[in-house]
């Protein structure tokens, strides 16, 4: 009983092909945590004491207690950001993810040439956070952009509509933009959708499901773990999405555009309050790992993982 | 694992290879923020002074706020450019935290040059007995009217004296019998300009002296707000939905013969100029309208060239200064576009030179004077944050969301809170 679970003694080649092994495996990865310690742990553990002092960016951090994470709670345009990131995340990221699955379904059939599409509504994603197309997107939805020229002709009345500098609409263009960003959930989601066996479908075929019930019944439960990882970093990238909302509308109209990550900017580089920002930086990470944490206990619930 | 070793150690090695060649012979670094239209100015003086005196310059350019980001950043590291241009609103905190060099001696070796300039052109770059800066050229602000529009439409173009009641009702005029807009909102909405001259001329100042609040009447916003809305609303410029997104000086409805005046400084104003002046014909600069009674209108150093206090280079960076100072073809170049120069050889030498559109900001500058008093101190550090905050305002009134009552209430609140932490 104890001799078989007890550990066979290594003889001497195999320990030291073993260490052998562990050195290869840390060396390899060594870039990584030396990128880990210097430039991610000691910033954020910098960035941690700095949310507790008043710092300007020039000077020396002076000691603040808490007083930047009190006055959060009374700063206006801190909680108007916090409503419209929340808004922002809870359209998007649904949002996103239907369309990146409905173009994946569509893209991972056989056809001839697919590969092709693929890389055609991939090219959206790869672009993604250029200014250039910030800048595309502003012309297009401005007074003299292309969508009112398309709204004139279809309704043959002139619109004059600022769609990214009316209040009503400004997040919505936003918003609309990042969906057009479904190219990496969508790549994740084909590659899913391949894992699927054949078989399945097959034999629902044979039992007479309807397209809906092969959808519902097979594919969704299938692609529920893939789901999960899509939900996860949508939401997490959801959270921290800037540079659009810094192109092209800069926070305004009135702050209907001020996402989370964007006041921060403003705070800590425009306004010169870095401990402030600092000290809001960290209240991302709680709100992040606050709903990271919930989509991970619920996923117990409705992910499937195949056994 | 004896691969593995010589492995890193090649990558070591060409690591260090890399950092050292980088570090070797380093040009002068320069920087400054601008315009598209300035930066080609501050380019080619860097070529020119290159070529010239043969000292190799790498130049490093940003927009304003960048610009002030980024310095920030730099000052931090202590890895400030050799070479850098400063403004009235933060040289004082860069002085006091030791960051700049005091130039005096440079003077005295003769490096810098300031026997044609006048005292009261230095002085503005002296803090505490030292001279951190030398400003090569001051700028104001105004108001831009389009002066073949309006004279088409039968009207006068407005002098100097137009009060800001005058000015609304010439606005809502030139709308009522063209169409177009009798001014353009991207003027009308800058605090830090039009409506900071708007409270001068009102006997106030944006901030007070401890800079701990705001320094005028909040009655004097409330009115502000009412005319900008009676001009909104009555469809006499443009709306306010066109204000919220910045579009670029080339969209705006002065440049594109849309709107009959702009508020602007007199910097940007050569740029509105020469942007127009083909198509639509010449324009002209006026004081902002209410200043003539109180002397509204100030001039403000806007060209501080300073170096910075562990420059590695600053026998070339005080070459740099002397150049924009006393050099001819430097001056003949840049044609006043950056200011009037201050060296009074180099004035005059330019004067004969002139394009029509730096003619016009010079002469402004010689007529406007007769406006302006004191400057006014440089800005408390929560400055950008109010300024933010009437943006925010100033769209709200407009939108309908709150009365221009509410609106000043608001906005008086905010900045107490901010300008007091």
New interface residues.
């Given amino acids: 009983m104890t001799a078989a679970t007890a550990k066979k003694p290594m003889t001497k080649g195999a320990r030291l092909r073993k260490r052998?092994n562990n050195?290869?495996g840390l060396?390899f990865i060594s870039p990584w945590l030396f990128g880990l310690l210097v430039f991610t742990s000691i910033p954020m553990l910098y960035s941690l004491y700095l949310s507790f002092t008043k710092f300007?960016?020039?000077?020396d951090p002076k000691w603040y207690g808490l007083n930047n994470y009190i006055n959060m709670f009374?700063d206006g345009v801190f909680w108007k950001s916090v409503g419209i990131t929340f808004q922002y995340v809870f359209i998007l990221v649904p949002l996103r993810l239907s369309a990146a699955l409905g173009v994946a379904m569509v893209l991972a059939s056989n056809h001839r040439g697919i590969g092709l599409y693929r890389t055609v509504y991939y090219i959206p994603s790869l672009l993604s956070g250029s200014v250039a197309i910030a800048i595309i997107w502003?012309k297009l939805f401005?007074?003299d952009g292309a969508i009112n020229g398309i709204l004139t002709m279809m309704l043959g009345r002139p619109m004059t509509y600022?769609w990214?500098?009316?209040?009503a609409t400004?997040l919505y263009s936003l918003i609309l933009l990042g969906c057009w960003h479904f190219g990496s959930s969508m790549l994740i989601f084909v590659s899913g959708l391949k894992q699927i066996p054949q078989s399945y479908y097959e034999a629902a075929l044979i039992d007479g499901a309807s397209p809906w019930q092969r959808f519902s019944r097979i594919t969704l439960p299938m692609l529920t773990p893939v789901i999960f990882f899509n939900l996860v970093m949508g939401i997490i990238n959801a959270f921290k999405a800037f540079s659009e909302a810094l192109i092209?509308?800069?926070g305004?109209?009135?702050?209907r555009t001020m996402l989370f990550a964007l006041y921060i900017y403003?705070q800590g580089?425009?306004?010169?309050k870095m401990g402030y920002a600092c000290a809001m930086s960290w209240v991302l990470l709680l709100i992040i790992s606050v709903f990271s944490i919930f989509v991970f206990k619920s996923s117990d619930g409705w992910v499937h993982y195949e056994e | 694992?004896k691969k593995?070793c010589t492995v890193?150690m090649a990558v070591l090695l060409a690591a260090l290879v890399l950092t050292t060649a980088m570090a070797a012979d380093e040009p002068m670094r320069m920087t400054w923020w601008g315009s598209e239209s300035s930066n080609k100015i501050y380019l080619g003086v860097s070529d020119m002074f290159s070529q010239e005196l043969g000292i190799e310059v790498e130049n490093e350019y940003l927009s304003w706020?960048d610009y002030w980001?980024k310095l920030?950043?730099l000052?931090?590291a202590n890895d400030l450019p050799d070479s850098l241009r400063m403004d009235l609103a933060y040289i004082k905190?860069y002085v006091d935290?030791g960051l700049l060099m005091d130039l005096t001696e440079l003077v005295e070796k003769g490096l810098i040059d300031l026997s044609d300039v006048p005292e009261s052109a230095i002085s503005g770059g002296m803090f505490d007995g030292g001279l951190y800066a030398i400003n090569a050229g001051s700028n104001s602000i105004g108001m831009l009217y389009n002066v073949k529009m309006i004279t088409d439409a039968g009207m006068e173009v407005p002098g100097h004296e137009l009060t800001w009641a005058e000015f609304e009702q010439f606005v809502l005029d030139f709308y009522a019998k063209t169409g177009i807009y009798g001014s353009d909102l991207w003027g009308l909405r800058d605090y830090n300009g039009t409506f900071r001259a708007y409270v001068r001329s009102n006997g106030g100042q944006l901030y007070n002296e401890a800079q701990d609040n705001l320094g005028f009447e909040q009655q004097i916003l409330v009115d502000y707000l009412n005319s900008i809305k009676r001009l909104h609303d009555a469809g006499a410029v443009q709306?306010?939905?066109?204000?919220?997104?910045?579009?670029g000086r080339e969209n705006q409805p002065y440049s594109k013969g849309q709107a009959a005046s702009i508020t602007t400084t007199t910097d940007s104003g050569t740029t509105y100029y020469s942007m127009v002046k083909d198509t639509f014909g010449p324009s002209v600069l006026r004081i902002i309208p209410g200043s003539a009674e109180n002397k509204g209108m100030w001039v403000k150093p806007s060209q501080f060239m300073a170096i910075a206090k562990d420059a590695e280079h600053v026998e070339e960076a005080a070459a740099y200064i002397n150049y924009w100072t006393n050099s001819e073809s430097c001056n003949e170049f840049i044609s006043g576009r950056r200011g009037v120069p201050i060296s009074n050889k180099m004035a005059s030498f330019v004067g004969s030179k002139l394009d029509e559109a730096s003619k016009m900001t010079f002469d402004y500058m010689v007529e406007m004077a007769a406006y302006a008093s004191e400057l006014y101190d440089p800005d408390p550090?929560?400055h950008?944050?109010v300024d933010?905050e009437f943006?925010?305002t100033f769209?709200?009134v407009l939108?309908g969301?709150m009365t221009p009552e509410e609106g000043a209430k608001h906005f008086f609140e905010f900045a107490a809170?901010v300008l007091g932490e």
């Fill in positions: 052998r050195l290869a060396a300007d960016g020039l000077g009374q502003s401005g007074t600022n990214v500098g009316e209040p400004a092209i509308t800069d305004g109209p009135m702050n403003k580089f425009t306004y010169f | 694992m593995l890193l706020d980001t920030n950043t000052a931090a905190s935290k709306n306010v939905s066109e204000i919220t997104v910045d579009v550090i929560a950008s944050e933010a943006s925010t769209q709200s939108f969301e809170k």
